[in-house]
């Protein structure tokens, strides 16, 4: 499949979706912050970075002519080695102590390789591409990519055996400190997925670890509502207290991304506006979006903007690849939840509690569909097709599982109700 420009597309058509049946959650005027492809956010970005790093820059990845490479003190060969060591140490064996020196050294060098990226888009404005390459270090850049991968990848799986509460005797957790370390550890794999792997494969123009990074930084953002109560406090204040080294761009990251239910809705769905840029005929990516602007906690998130996504995807289903076989259902029943009252014709009432009984009558349903997060059910649910290996999450957080019934519920009779708030009961 060929990639699509995306960059290029969505800065010369600022207001437009990023693709045809794709309305942004941001409405006129407000461009969306999380992206890398809205107008002017990677030339502002990049802008950022020069200001604070320019002295940085000349002696990160530019050489002069005729001469060796200067490489600054977090990117050079014996710290990316140095990093690549731990991660094994704690691929075989993993400690709190391994793992969290591993976090803070790759948090370091992944903010440098992001910002030195952000720069080459920069000078790519104004400098043909092949000569903004030949100046900087393509084999470091390709081999810190790389390193960084690998441990984020490590990190991935760790935190998430650790939040199934997988037993490891050597991963002990002092309870004083807890909060702060497993709040730092989220967030640098999200910002690592997210910001600093997904600007390395546009520049190595790697469409399918593009979206594997972004679908692994949904995941992990995802897992923060259910820990928050247990591990930290919904505030802006661990994101600057996390890691004394962190770039200002880490720090903003976590403010923006990790400090609010809003803030993780508005992240992700941002993440899924890239997916479906970058494969816009996959109709999951489409469905999860939906449930973000439908049900999650998204200010900027219009009925208005939310009917006009509903109506393209149920025009173009045809034309999508993967599609659920509950798709089309889903669309009904959240155009009826968005929908005010006096919009909701009999037949429409009548219409949505025959789908409502025949996708949450049981738990069963809800547990093979994946439709909420099930406490009890152990096995991971995977996407469909060229994603089977990557983790797919539930449809409906249990923040917008509650919305939605909540507004679902009054149009059942009292047996209907009884029979979904048995099932519901069930599955917890």
Same mark, same amino acid.
Request: hydrophobic letters at 40%.
């Given at each position: ?8 597309a ?11 049946g794709?309305q942004s959650?941001?409405?006129k @005027? ?9 107008p ?10 020069v200001?604070?790093a ?6 990160l990845?530019i ?9 600054s003190?977090?990117l050079?060969?014996?710290? =990316?080695?140095? #990093? ?23 948090t370091?060098v992944? @903010?440098?390789?992001?910002l030195?990226?952000? +720069?080459? !888009?920069?000078?790519s404005?104004e ?14 850049? +390709?081999r %810190?990519?790389?390193?960084?991968r ?12 650790l939040?199934r ?9 002092p309870?004083? $400190?807890?909060?702060?370390?497993l ?13 600093? #792997? ?12 593009h979206?594997? %990074? ?5 995941n992990?953002?995802?897992w ?5 109560a ?9 994101c600057? %207290?996390?890691?004394?080294?962190a770039?200002?761009k880490w720090t903003?990251f ?7 239910l ?13 997916l479906?840029? =970058? ?7 489409? =469905? ?6 439908a049900?999650g906690?998204?200010? $900027?998130a ?8 509903? $109506?393209?995807q149920?025009k ?6 993967? !599609?659920?076989?509950?798709?089309s ?5 959240l ?20 789908i409502?009984r025949g996708l949450?009558?049981?738990? @069963? ?6 439709f ?20 797919r ?6 923040? +917008? %599982? ?6 679902t519920?009054?149009i ?8 979904? =708030?048995?099932?519901?009961?069930e599955? +917890?």
């Amino acid at each position: 499949m060929a990639r699509p420009n995306v960059r290029t597309a969505n800065q010369q058509r600022p207001r437009q979706p990023l693709i045809n049946g794709v309305q942004s959650v941001f409405p006129k @005027g407000k461009s969306n912050p999380y992206s890398r492809f809205h107008p002017l956010g990677a030339l502002f970005a990049a802008a950022v970075a020069v200001i604070l790093a320019v002295f940085l820059y000349q002696s990160l990845f530019i050489s002069p002519k005729g001469g060796n490479s200067k490489i600054s003190t977090f990117l050079s060969e014996d710290n =990316l080695s140095k #990093l690549e060591s731990i991660t094994s140490e704690v691929e075989k064996q993993p400690t709190a102590l391994l793992f969290g020196e591993m976090m803070e050294v790759s948090t370091r060098v992944g @903010g440098f390789l992001e910002l030195a990226l952000l +720069q080459m !888009v920069t000078e790519s404005e104004e400098t043909p591409e092949n000569e903004v390459i030949s100046v900087y270090d393509h084999t470091l850049l +390709q081999r %810190s990519g790389k390193v960084i991968r690998r441990t984020v990848d490590i990190a991935y799986e760790t935190l998430l055996k650790l939040l199934r509460g997988v037993p490891n005797a050597n991963f002990h957790l002092p309870s004083e $400190h807890s909060p702060r370390m497993l709040f730092s550890w989220m967030v640098s794999t999200a910002q690592m997925y997210n910001a600093v #792997l997904t600007e390395f494969y546009l520049r190595e123009d790697n469409t399918y670890h593009h979206a594997v %990074s972004l679908i692994r930084s949904v995941n992990v953002l995802g897992w923060a509502p259910s820990t928050h109560a247990n591990f930290f406090n919904w505030s802006e204040s661990p994101c600057q %207290s996390s890691y004394e080294a962190a770039s200002e761009k880490w720090t903003s990251f976590c403010e923006k991304s990790c400090t609010s239910l809003t803030t993780i809705a508005t992240r992700q769905a941002a993440s899924y506006e890239e997916l479906i840029a =970058l494969y816009p005929r996959y109709a999951p990516f489409r =469905l999860h979006y939906l449930f973000l602007l439908a049900l999650g906690e998204i200010p $900027h998130a219009k009925s208005e903007a939310v009917l006009q996504t509903i $109506h393209a995807q149920r025009k173009g289903l045809s034309t999508y690849t993967n !599609v659920d076989g509950f798709h089309s259902s889903w669309l009904d029943l959240l155009e009826f939840h968005v929908r005010s009252s006096d919009q909701r014709s009999a037949e429409k009432v009548d219409n949505t509690r025959k789908i409502v009984r025949g996708l949450l009558q049981s738990c @069963g349903n809800l547990s093979s569909h994946h439709f909420i997060k099930l406490n009890h059910v152990k096995h991971e649910v995977h996407w469909p097709g060229t994603f089977s290996n990557e983790i797919r999450p539930p449809l409906l957080t249990r923040a +917008q %599982s509650l919305n939605f019934i909540k507004k679902t519920l009054p149009i059942m009779n009292a047996q209907e109700e009884a029979i979904i =708030l048995e099932a519901i009961k069930e599955c +917890q």
